[in-house]
T-cell receptor
Framework: ETGVTQTPRHLVMGMTNKKSLKCEQH?????MYWYKQSAKKPLELMFVYSLEERVENNSVPSRFSPECPNSSHLFLHLHTLQPEDSALYLCASSDGQGGNTGELFFGEGSRLTVL | AQSVAQPEDQVNVAEGNPLTVKCTYS??????LFWYVQYPNRGLQFLLK??????LVKGSYGFEAEFNKSQTSFHLKKPSALVSDSALYFCAVRDLYNFNKFYFGSGTKLNVKP
């Protein structure tokens, strides 16, 4: 496999469920990202991990819990979500080394619906 | 602070006509600028980027973008639009002081009609 892979592509969960989104990158990048894309809203940066250390946390509610066990894998653990959390969750990676001019590479997204 | 703006929520163009999707930026220093395209229920796909050099940058699917420093713009262009170009387009800038951060515009929906 190449690029950035996200699973599952679609997820429906109740407000009391616990689920996880998974992202895997095969590009040798050292930075990984979670973005949230809601209808008619700008792309929202949620978390950034660089060299497996969380470097950005944009005031995301604690019901979203990221995990980066190594530079190739990123998880987003979900629990007690609200219906307004329904959105497309996008994972991305980049080479975050200083001076690098590379772009972000995105996965296909996980469409989350909270009932 | 770094930012980009896409002044048009939607652009309509007839197939075969040239298209332009506008982007302006606000950065301190030389910008690293990007264009992405998103089809429904898909991730963002990289189209092209400007780092330095020639102001006209060529990218995927026949798209190009013109960097204009005096107007702080980076408009996306294509000489002849296709119906299949209909999608959501995002302009982005990379933070020069925090290379882990990218700032995205709000997106422009391009509609190409037959």
């Amino acid at each position: 496999e190449t690029g950035v892979t996200q699973t599952p592509r679609h997820l429906v969960m109740g407000m009391t469920n616990k689920k996880s989104l998974k992202c895997e990158q095969h590009l040798g990048h050292n930075a990984m990202y979670w973005y949230k894309q809601s209808a008619k809203k700008p792309l929202e940066l949620m978390f950034v991990y660089s060299l497996e250390e969380r470097v950005e946390n944009n005031s995301v509610p604690s019901r979203f819990s990221p995990e980066c066990p190594n530079s190739s894998h990123l998880f987003l653990h979900l629990h007690t979500l609200q219906p307004e959390d329904s959105a497309l969750y996008l994972c991305a990676s980049s080479d975050g080394q200083g001076g690098n001019t590379g772009e972000l590479f995105f996965g296909e997204g996980s469409r989350l619906t909270v009932l | 602070a770094q930012s980009v703006a896409q002044p048009e929520d939607q652009v309509n163009v007839a197939e075969g006509n040239p298209l332009t999707v506008k982007c302006t930026y606000s950065v301190s220093g030389n910008p690293y600028l990007f264009w992405y395209v998103q089809y429904p229920n898909r991730g963002l796909q990289f189209l092209l980027k400007y780092i330095t050099g020639d102001n006209l940058v060529k990218g995927s699917y026949g798209f190009e973008a013109e960097f204009n420093k005096s107007q702080t713009s980076f408009h996306l262009k294509k000489p002849s639009a296709l119906v299949s170009d209909s999608a959501l387009y995002f302009c982005a800038v990379r933070d020069l002081y925090n290379f882990n951060k990218f700032y995205f515009g709000s997106g422009t929906k391009l509609n190409v009609k037959p």
